[in-house]
């Protein structure tokens, strides 16, 4: 059996947790994984001894994968092989999920939420494919043990997560910091406050300056042991609400930009500890909404997306696309890749 060559092409850190059970899948199946970090915003020495790390673009395209895999939502045109969008989150609200940029040949979906735009958005371009397959950051979550945290908090104090989203229209961390300041001096609850890697460094630096014992600022890359951890979340229209919802916990979010009945949504910050209460204590009918949202959102809890990923690639590798045109050259935004990379080969 010919042994298949793959790439994943990554700029932040959070591609670790998407890429690394996708990654496991390949290995299993026999085949050769690469990685290639582009941009300043990467972690190298996040990577383990046993993946291979490529210096440079040229190294990458001497690799000549068959298929490349990226979280982000660009791939360069000169980066070889079918290019696979797996998705760097599940919060289908946000600005740009379902724009089409011109770059990729296979959108991996994650469930019935997004999956039946992208078959419309497949039916109108005509050039890529659509395949549903869950997530693969996922497939470790339900088995991710929760994060050490001091035996006393654990038995006096509930976990509140907060993870804000860094999009300045869109990040409830400017508003929520008085309140969060407030109320962590009560030492009600303990709390734990994860930012998304594009967060602006001035609410980053207001947050760490927070002098209280029950507040840890989570640096690490990974998230699933912390929503393993957390009793309740406080958030925004953060990708990571659709994560914590698959655990079937509530959430308080703050002007959330499409709200639903699983939500506990609040449009001024001084309603927050009332929400959180709410939150902690939930009716059965948010438990019902919780439950609902994440099967329609994200269906799959057995742990194989990534090898669905996998065989959803191999599949188009041995009998090509459904779609029945080609990739456009997307010139433009190409141009804008090769000027952002400083690389002018062809």
């Known amino acids: 059996m010919t042994v298949k060559r793959y790439l994943f092409y990554i700029a932040h850190n959070y591609a670790f947790e998407i890429l690394r059970p996708l990654q496991q899948a390949i290995w299993a199946n026999g085949d050769e994984v690469k990685w290639l970090a582009v941009g300043k915003e990467v972690s190298l020495n996040y990577f383990s001894n046993e993946e291979t790390l490529l210096s440079t673009i ?44 011109g770059f990729f040949d296979l959108y991996c979906t994650h469930g019935p939420a997004t999956t039946s735009r992208f078959n419309q958005l497949a039916d109108k371009h005509g050039y890529f494919d659509v395949v549903e ?16 945290i001091r035996e006393q908090v654990i038995k006096q104090k509930k976990i509140i997560l907060y993870a804000p989203t860094f999009s300045p229209t869109l990040t409830s961390a400017p508003e929520l910091f008085e309140e969060i300041q407030r109320l962590s001096k009560t030492k009600a609850h303990h709390w734990l406050i994860k930012f998304h890697p594009k967060m602006a460094k001035i609410w980053c630096e207001k947050y760490q300056k927070l002098l209280a014992d029950n507040v840890e600022i989570i640096e690490s890359a990974s998230i699933n042991e912390l929503l393993q951890t957390a009793d309740i979340m406080v958030s925004d229209t953060s990708s990571v609400i659709g994560e914590f919802s698959l655990l079937n916990k509530a959430i308080v979010s703050l002007n959330n930009k499409e709200p639903g009945d699983y939500l506990i949504n609040i449009s001024d910050a001084k309603d927050l500890a009332q929400a959180i209460d709410k939150a902690l204590t939930p009716s059965t009918n948010l438990k019902a909404a919780i439950k609902a949202y994440a099967n329609d959102l994200h269906p799959y809890h057995d742990g194989q997306a990534a090898a669905r990923i996998l065989s959803a690639t191999q599949q188009l590798l041995s009998h090509g696309k459904k779609a029945q045109k080609n990739t456009p050259w997307n010139i433009f935004r190409n141009l804008k890749q090769r000027k952002k990379l400083n690389y002018w080969r062809l």
């Open 58 to 101: 040229d190294e990458a395209r001497a690799f000549n994968p068959d298929a490349s895999f990226a979280p982000g939502n660009e791939i360069p045109h000169f980066i070889p092989g079918l290019k696979v969008q797996v998705f760097h989150g599940l919060e289908w609200k946000k600005k740009g999920h379902f724009v089409i940029r």
């Open 133 to 148: 397959t869950g997530w693969p950051k996922l497939d470790y979550l339900f088995t991710t043990p929760a994060m050490p």
